[in-house]
């Protein structure tokens, strides 16, 4: 049996994790945008997917026990499935290429399962999988620095919006390898129920509010993004718009 803690924590990150679905479905309904020009779709996996294995969670689904340290395989599935696309939307909305945004979801990827095997092995090995997944979480943080900017500043009407995502990710995933270390799968300094409990709270932070920040600067994916805020009250513009769908 797990702590009452972990599982309220994980049934409290669930119900915050539905209300980021509730808010994709939100966008994809806005009337101010396009859904294709945001690729809002994606963005529905980002909270679906996280709620889902977030239930299973508190269920107590899927943990195993590895050097007498519980690891929850879900945590591990969902951030392989949903942190791809945290990343690899940020380069979207920055307008690079594709290959740079399956890149920088590759680096990702690998960040994570390298990071897995390291939790899953005991002594020096887990700090060798610590050191190259930290690895690649530095390549992803390059690329998010470094390479994205520079398209970025030719799509001025989705910089704004860049730049709330690149900090987010940039700097809220910090924590992750910070806690990791401190975590019983690394130095054992906050406990299992710490560890779980803040995770449920980082995990919620980086995902709920990430949609709400597209959802707050949607006109950037308004099919003139210019007017787009013109486009909201007046009338005019809209009844063209009318015309030309119509059309
Ligand atoms: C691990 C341990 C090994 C070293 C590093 C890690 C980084 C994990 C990160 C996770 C981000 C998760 C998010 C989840 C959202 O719900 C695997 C902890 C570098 C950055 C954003």
């Given at each position: 049996?797990?702590?009452?803690?972990?599982?309220?924590?994980y049934?409290?990150?669930a119900l915050?994790?539905?209300?980021?679905v509730?808010?994709?479905?939100a966008?994809?309904?806005?009337?101010?945008?396009?859904?294709?020009?945001?690729?809002?779709?994606?963005?529905?996996?980002?909270?679906?997917?996280?709620?889902?294995?977030?239930i299973?969670?508190?269920?107590?689904?899927g943990?195993v026990?590895v050097?007498?340290n519980e690891?929850?395989?879900?945590?591990?599935?969902?951030?392989?499935?949903?942190?791809?696309?945290?990343?690899?939307?940020?380069?979207?909305?920055a307008?690079?290429?594709?290959?740079?945004i399956?890149g920088?979801?590759?680096?990702?990827?690998l960040?994570i399962?390298?990071?897995?095997?390291?939790?899953?092995a005991?002594?020096?090995?887990?700090?060798?999988g610590f050191?190259?997944?930290?690895?690649?979480?530095?390549?992803?943080?390059?690329?998010?620095?470094?390479?994205f900017?520079?398209?970025?500043?030719?799509?001025?009407?989705?910089?704004?919006?860049f730049?709330v995502?690149?900090?987010?990710?940039?700097?809220?995933?910090?924590?992750?390898?910070?806690?990791?270390?401190?975590?019983?799968a690394?130095?054992?300094?906050v406990?299992?129920?710490g560890?779980?409990?803040?995770?449920?709270?980082?995990?919620?932070?980086a995902?709920?509010?990430?949609?709400?920040?597209?959802?707050?600067?949607?006109?950037?994916?308004?099919?003139?993004p210019?007017?787009?805020?013109?486009?909201?009250?007046d009338e005019?513009?809209?009844?063209?718009?009318?015309?030309?769908?119509a059309d």
């Amino acid at each position: 049996m797990a702590e009452l803690a972990i599982t309220v924590s994980y049934a409290i990150s669930a119900l915050g994790l539905l209300a980021g679905v509730g808010i994709v479905y939100a966008l994809m309904q806005s009337d101010r945008v396009e859904a294709s020009r945001g690729k809002f779709a994606w963005l529905f996996i980002i909270p679906g997917f996280a709620a889902f294995s977030y239930i299973l969670m508190a269920a107590e689904i899927g943990v195993v026990t590895v050097g007498g340290n519980e690891v929850y395989l879900f945590r591990y599935l969902d951030w392989i499935v949903t942190t791809p696309l945290l990343v690899g939307y940020v380069g979207y909305v920055a307008g690079a290429p594709r290959k740079w945004i399956i890149g920088v979801g590759a680096a990702d990827a690998l960040m994570i399962s390298v990071g897995l095997a390291a939790t899953l092995a005991t002594g020096l090995a887990t700090w060798i999988g610590f050191a190259i997944s930290g690895g690649f979480h530095v390549v992803l943080l390059a690329i998010l620095y470094v390479v994205f900017p520079r398209y970025a500043r030719e799509n001025r009407e989705r910089y704004r919006l860049f730049k709330v995502l690149q900090n987010h990710v940039g700097l809220l995933w910090l924590a992750y390898p910070a806690l990791w270390v401190a975590s019983p799968a690394g130095l054992g300094y906050v406990s299992a129920v710490g560890t779980a409990m803040v995770i449920a709270y980082i995990d919620l932070v980086a995902k709920t509010p990430y949609v709400y920040f597209v959802w707050s600067d949607r006109a950037c994916f308004a099919a003139d993004p210019i007017s787009a805020d013109d486009a909201a009250t007046d009338e005019t513009i809209d009844a063209d718009e009318a015309v030309t769908a119509a059309d």
